[in-house]
T-cell receptor, first 115, second 111 residues
């Protein structure tokens, strides 16, 4: 059982380039989300989705786009990368949203460096 | 945005010592959670707390949901090398589909 799979694990971009971080889960989870982790800042929510076709903004959504066309996939798009987006990105999913246990299942992370 | 103040930010202890860390907020949360992140991995849920005053244990870990709903603490007894990592508290408002995370406590253990 793969759980939450993120690709790529490492990426270096130049300022202004665009890219997509992929996230896939095989647990049939309705809820998926993206966080970024920066030193001393903890985990901050970028975007989340409570089901296919539904997305909403988190705490730090600027510069990022998401879509949820299937239950399994939740890609995060950086439209024009900036050095401030250098971070470790985590995708996380939950079975039926956070109304139940609040347990999120996290991927292993994608480390992005923007030069 | 909402913030959780987690302390201490880092701890350096000897193997076998007990550990205590806490989170405070100016806001009232409906749920408190504690996660652990091993190096190179994503966070994993350790303990979830749903009622004010609730005290819950998971092996050597004990966590409490503060009476005011604005704080929580996590204790680890008799630390072992595999306890090394970053511990995060997280709070959830009633009905909200998002968690607010603390800054994390980095635990280092000297054998």
């Amino acid at each position: 059982n793969a759980g939450v799979t993120q690709t790529p694990k490492f990426q270096v971009l130049k300022t202004g380039q665009s890219m997509t971080l992929q996230c896939a889960q095989d647990m049939n989870h309705e809820y998926m989300s993206w966080y970024r982790q920066d030193p001393g800042m903890g985990l901050r929510l970028i975007h989340y989705s409570v089901g296919a076709g539904i997305t909403d903004q988190g705490e730090v959504p600027n510069g990022y786009n998401v879509s949820r066309s299937t239950t399994e996939d939740f890609p995060l798009r950086l439209l024009s990368a900036a050095p401030s987006q250098t971070s470790v990105y985590f995708c996380a999913s939950s079975f039926r949203g956070l109304s139940g246990t609040g347990e999120l299942f996290f991927g292993e992370g994608s480390r992005l460096t923007v030069l | 945005g909402q913030q959780l103040n987690q302390s201490p930010q880092s701890m350096f202890i000897q193997e076998g010592e007990d550990v205590s860390m806490n989170c405070t907020s100016s806001s009232i949360f409906n749920t408190w959670l504690w996660y652990k992140q091993d190096p190179g991995e994503g966070p994993v849920l350790l303990i979830a707390l749903y009622k004010a005053g609730e005290l819950t244990s998971n092996g050597r870990l004990t966590a409490q949901f503060g009476i005011t709903r604005k704080d929580s603490f996590l204790n680890i007894s008799a630390s072992i090398p595999s306890d090394v990592g970053i511990y995060f508290c997280a709070g959830q408002f009633w009905g909200a589909q998002k968690l607010v995370f603390g800054q994390g406590t980095r635990l280092t253990i000297n054998p």
